[in-house]
């Protein structure tokens, strides 16, 4: 994906209202062996981009000044109540080195399961991103979590995920869960009113 900036020299407070008066917003680009870069970006491309889950997940072609550098979006600050982006933070990454990021989950067939289907339970997703650390060129856009064979009580752990090749889970402590199928209190299953 790839997202144009351009450099700015002006710092401060004042400078970056005008900048978001104008319809820029203020943003830096730091990381790697170069210094950081104070860059201004296009409010309302940028706001359009923040909505889609895959630029938060992906690695960006950040153009500054016709300058293409590879960067992940580590960080924004939005209003409190207008709908407007107060700032950005890029990192600059490097293709031989690994990062660590947040992926988002993508739940599929919880609608097939045996714990839908069969004991009326209610899925319930505990995790909805997955700290992964990989090369930039393995960061996936997302990690399925296949919810076919869930049973009524049974839950979902990291360690059944199937991970992309090269990417691996960052978990800390004991082996986290991702998803539970629970039972609502009440309920019937389809075998209890088939007897």
Not at 110 to 138: G, N, Q, R, T, Y
């Given at each position: 994906?790839?997202?144009?900036a351009f450099a700015r020299k002006e710092q401060g407070t004042g400078a970056s209202r005008r900048l978001r008066?104008?319809?820029?917003?203020?943003?830096?680009?730091?990381?790697?062996?170069?210094?950081?870069?104070?860059?201004?970006?296009?409010?309302?491309?940028?706001?359009?981009?923040?909505?889609?889950?895959?630029?938060?997940?992906?690695?960006?072609?950040?153009?500054?000044?016709?300058?293409?550098?590879?960067?992940?979006?580590?960080?924004?600050?939005?209003?409190?109540?207008?709908?407007?982006?107060?700032?950005?933070?890029?990192?600059?990454?490097?293709?031989?080195?690994?990062?660590?990021?947040?992926?988002?989950?993508?739940?599929?067939?919880a609608e097939v399961s045996p714990a839908v289907k069969l004991s009326a339970a209610v899925i319930s997703h505990?995790?909805?991103?997955?700290?992964?650390?990989?090369?930039?060129?393995?960061?996936?856009?997302?990690?399925?979590?296949?919810?076919?064979?869930?049973?009524?009580?049974?839950?979902?752990?990291?360690?059944?995920?199937?991970?992309?090749?090269?990417?691996?889970?960052?978990?800390?402590?004991?082996?986290?869960?991702?998803?539970?199928?629970?039972?609502?209190?009440?309920?019937?299953?389809?075998?209890?009113?088939?007897?």
């Amino acid at each position: 994906m790839k997202v144009v900036a351009f450099a700015r020299k002006e710092q401060g407070t004042g400078a970056s209202r005008r900048l978001r008066n104008a319809g820029q917003t203020p943003g830096i680009i730091y990381g790697g062996t170069e210094p950081a870069v104070s860059i201004s970006l296009d409010h309302n491309a940028l706001f359009h981009a923040l909505k889609k889950e895959v630029f938060h997940s992906s690695i960006l072609d950040m153009d500054v000044d016709g300058k293409v550098e590879k960067v992940l979006l580590r960080d924004f600050q939005m209003h409190a109540f207008k709908q407007l982006v107060l700032h950005a933070d890029f990192q600059r990454v490097d293709a031989n080195k690994k990062i660590h990021v947040k992926v988002p989950l993508h739940f599929i067939n919880a609608e097939v399961s045996p714990a839908v289907k069969l004991s009326a339970a209610v899925i319930s997703h505990v995790a909805v991103e997955l700290d992964v650390e990989c090369l930039p060129a393995d960061l996936p856009e997302f990690i399925e979590v296949d919810l076919s064979k869930v049973e009524a009580g049974q839950s979902v752990h990291v360690s059944a995920l199937k991970l992309p090749k090269g990417v691996s889970a960052v978990v800390h402590g004991d082996d986290a869960t991702v998803a539970i199928a629970i039972k609502p209190a009440g309920a019937t299953s389809a075998e209890a009113d088939a007897k």
